[in-house]
């Protein structure tokens, strides 16, 4: 019980130096309580609500360390600093509602948990019903989710330089994702059984969970598309969406950590679509450097950073391959793979869209 206390206390400390380090240049100090300190508090709440969500299906601390980063620091919840800071406190608290559901009611009162997690989707409608009583609009509400953005999935900087709205995660972060759909939504036997498999509380807790998850996650992102009503400005479903990835990129974390001999063929499908997704960002890249006087430039050399990122993925992913594929478990070599590249990632990434926005 000490040490989970402790861990939460340390995951705690390191979210709150970052989000110190982000947006310090930008705010006149945090010496007195202000508006501004609501951006730092806003964050470390919401990696603070999906590490301890994401503790019910991930075994590592690490790996859900990395969930609540992902979902405090990715481009979406960043993107929120340009409206008001209690959006930002909304998109925090969405975590810490979830979390009566999921390590809620046991035995026969079992079945509460259906109604106890559509607490998120009902705080959102009376958040917005209370603001709109007072006059406050913190998002507009014209603002949704468009097709054409869903290309910030792949340059989610190049996204942040054209100020479209914000989606999806980083690049390398993409791997684990892949890993974590495919243990979500692949049954238990088509993974082999190879490491994966042994770790049985992740398999079991997604299996149990699947249909929910998938549930939520398609009913957030149809509400994001949509028209606004009830004065709600629909980009904020996608919040949810974004909860349910972000502790999909923990668990596909522990699944390319933990794959045995029989998963390969998983981790080799994950490095060959981040070296699909590469290619495709060098291709645009070049399509940009051909801009007639060089006005797409920019915009180039950023898909360029992206495509780097994406190989150095690859190159991360690949080994993890060559590892399992050689019947080898050295944890602490994929653990530092795996850590190293995915937290430089998202150090250069949330850096430069907080410059960007702000």
């Known amino acids: 019980m000490t040490k989970k206390y402790t861990m ?9 130096a970052f989000a110190v380090y982000l947006y310090r240049p930008y705010f006149n100090g945090f010496g007195s309580l202000c508006l501004q300190d609501l951006f730092v508090a806003n964050i470390c709440l919401a990696c603070l609500g999906t590490y301890v969500l994401s503790r019910r299906w991930v075994a590592g601390f690490t790996e859900s360390f990395f969930a609540g980063a992902i979902y405090g620091f990715g481009p979406f919840a960043l993107g929120l600093t340009k409206f008001h800071p209690t959006a930002g406190f909304l998109f925090a608290a969405i975590p810490w509602l979830f979390c009566p559901a999921v390590f809620g009611p046991q035995g026969k009162f079992k079945p509460l948990r259906i ?15 209370v603001s709109a009583r007072f006059g406050l609009y913190p998002i507009p509400i014209n603002l949704k989710l468009h097709g054409a953005e869903l290309a910030g999935l792949l340059a989610p900087l190049v996204a942040a330089k054209r100020n479209m709205t914000l989606v999806g995660f980083y690049h390398i972060p993409l791997a684990s994702l892949i890993m974590g759909l495919s243990m979500l939504l692949v049954p238990l036997e088509g993974l082999g059984k190879g490491g994966i498999l042994q770790r049985g509380r992740i398999l079991k807790g997604l299996a149990v969970r699947r249909f929910g998850i998938v549930a939520i996650f398609t009913v957030a992102t149809i509400l994001a598309f949509c028209e606004s009503f ?29 794959a045995g001999p ?17 290619i495709v960002t060098l291709l645009f890249a070049t399509k940009y450097f051909q801009t007639a006087a060089g006005l797409g430039a920019g915009y180039a050399r950023l898909l360029t950073e992206a495509a780097k990122m994406y190989i150095l993925g690859t190159l991360a992913i690949g080994m993890l391959f060559v590892i399992a594929r050689a019947k080898l478990r050295i ?22 869209i907080v410059d960007t926005i702000l």
């Open 331 to 352: 944890h602490p070599v994929r653990q530092i793979l795996l850590y190293a590249t995915m937290a430089l990632d998202i150090f250069i990434g949330a850096r430069f």
């Open 262 to 278: 029989a998963d390969r063929r998983w981790v080799l499908l994950t490095a060959i679509l981040l070296g699909v997704l590469a």
């Open 115 to 129: 109604p106890l997690s559509l607490l998120p989707f009902l705080a959102i409608v009376l958040f917005f019903q």
């Open 8 to 16: 939460f206390a340390l995951a705690a400390v390191v979210y709150a």
């Open 230 to 258: 009830f004065d709600i400005s629909p980009i904020i479903w996608l919040a949810v969406s974004v909860l349910c990835c972000s502790i999909l990129i923990g668990a596909g974390m522990q699944g390319l950590i933990s």
